[in-house]
């Protein structure tokens, strides 16, 4: 089992910055692929951003492009999402998620939430206008 702890979370007004972390634990996958996802009240989890095991791939939703950036520490097992120019349409409940297995770690199913085998609590992200 690997556990994932996202802090960072909190209210921020728009246009400012904020940065999540998500710290792995337990029986890691070396080579994990990570992702951020967002929940909004009423909405689907959407796919925030992904980043390869070595850290050389990176993705994201069209949306953030541009604004967050994902990266990663292997040799904490914590992965980032530094998050600028933050909009009200930002605010969600942020997920941090990882792969456990080669067939789950396929790079192609990066923004695809079902292939992501092991999910944080959650932080939440309020921006105000």
């Known amino acids: 089992q690997v556990q994932l702890v996202e802090t960072g979370g909190g209210l921020v007004q728009a246009g400012g910055s904020l940065r999540l972390s998500c710290a792995a634990s337990?029986?890691?996958?070396?080579?994990?692929?990570m992702g951020w996802f967002r929940q909004a009240p009423g909405k689907e989890r959407d796919f925030v951003a992904a980043?390869?095991?070595?850290?050389?791939?990176?993705d994201y939703a069209d949306s953030v492009k541009g604004r967050f950036t994902i990266s990663r520490d292997n040799a904490k097992n914590t992965v980032y999402l530094q998050m600028n120019s933050l909009k009200p349409e930002d605010t969600a409940v942020y997920y941090c998620?990882?792969?456990?297995?080669?067939?789950?770690?396929?790079?192609?199913?990066?923004?695809?939430?079902?292939?992501?085998?092991?999910w944080g609590q959650g932080t939440q992200v309020t921006v105000s206008s």
């Open positions: 998620a990882t792969t456990g297995t080669p067939e789950s770690s396929r790079w192609r199913e990066r923004s695809n939430p079902t292939s992501y085998d092991y």
């Open positions: 980043i390869s095991w070595s850290g050389g791939a990176t």
């Open positions: 337990g029986r890691t996958f070396s080579s994990a692929r």
